[in-house]
């Protein structure tokens, strides 16, 4: 882990742009396409490794085929947590039996197809391990509903960073496999493979700060204010108004006025008590969309609409 950090340290100031999909030119159809062919269940971590080992051999291919396996075959099921004693009386039995639970969390992932996000970042992290790819866990705090707007910061996620060609990229296969709502929704998306920094960290925030790969710092006391950025490309920085989550209704006296910089989106609409309301008010100025919304009695929650798609959230007070 220290290794793989002191790599990310000593390629961090790399410039992206000058790397492009065209010039790595990769193949991930034929990689996607492979994958579906693998079995669903392993009894252990080597054997599917020695698949990946067997069709690919360059660094990327091979985060793509554990990526997507990944992805493809395990689901989210949230009574894991009871699977397992993280329990210990000195750091010297946490060492041991954090170790112990890593195998068994690993190997019970690939024989049932079920995990937390523990299940999917240890297998992840573990599969780069034996395919000799620099990689380290991150544990940090998410911010996917409501209810995450400015509450305190809890280590409540755990997701990966990955080493390829010298250059860290940022993954979570947790939320690239679907989404859960009192029950799994298989839904595979590679949003959450190689995203960029500032796309990520909408809604996850490391506990060691300098896993984000943004510029800045960021306290987590802002990152709980921020509002819920729901739309995939909308970066928290378009958001100049309002910048918290938490708004107080006593601050504003009949609209609440919105600034949204690099949007081009075509309709706007807000929901209130499961009805969807169009936003007539708007007008793009030098390059910012502006709009505004009524204050509505008994308004909790603000969801925001772009096109029809959720955009952005905030609660009210």
């Not at 030119?25 to 079995?39: F, G, H, K, N, T």
Request: proline share 4%.
């Amino acid at each position: 882990m220290r290794r793989a950090r002191n790599l990310v340290k000593i390629f961090g100031l790399i410039t992206l742009v000058f790397i492009s999909e065209v010039s790595l030119s990769q193949d991930y159809e034929r990689v996607d396409a492979s994958i579906l062919l693998y079995p669903e269940r392993f009894d252990s971590v080597e054997g599917l490794s020695r698949f990946i080992s067997r069709d690919f051999t360059t660094e990327e291919d091979k985060v793509r085929a554990i990526y997507t396996w990944i992805i493809l075959n395990v689901e989210y099921e949230p009574d894991e947590y009871k699977k397992f004693n993280f329990k210990f009386k000195n750091y010297r039995e946490r060492n041991s039996k954090e170790e112990k639970t890593r195998e068994a969390v690993i190997k019970r992932t690939l024989k049932k197809g079920i995990a937390v996000c523990e299940g999917y970042a240890m297998l992840f992290e573990k599969l780069c391990e034996l395919q000799g790819i620099s990689n380290y866990l991150v544990r940090g705090d998410i911010k996917s509903n409501f209810d995450d707007i400015g509450r305190p910061f809890k280590k409540s996620h755990m997701w990966n960073v990955a080493v390829i060609d010298s250059i860290p990229y940022l993954f979570d296969p947790t939320w690239g496999a679907g989404k859960y709502n009192g029950k799994f929704i298989k839904e595979p998306t590679y949003f959450y493979y190689k995203t960029k920094p500032e796309l990520f960290f909408k809604t996850h925030y490391p506990s060691m700060f300098e896993d984000a790969f943004i510029d800045g710092i960021v306290s987590r006391e802002v990152f709980s204010s921020m509002p819920l950025v729901i739309q995939e490309q909308l970066e928290s920085s378009q958001v100049e108004l309002p910048i918290n989550g938490m708004l107080r209704a006593d601050a504003y006296i009949d609209s609440i006025p919105f600034i949204i910089s690099n949007c081009d989106t075509k309709e706007v609409s807000y929901l209130f008590r499961g009805k969807k309301y169009p936003v007539k008010n708007k007008e793009t100025k030098d390059g910012r969309l502006h709009f505004s919304i009524p204050l509505q009695l008994g308004m909790k929650n603000l969801l925001i609409y772009f096109d029809d798609q959720p955009a952005l959230g905030y609660r009210i007070k």
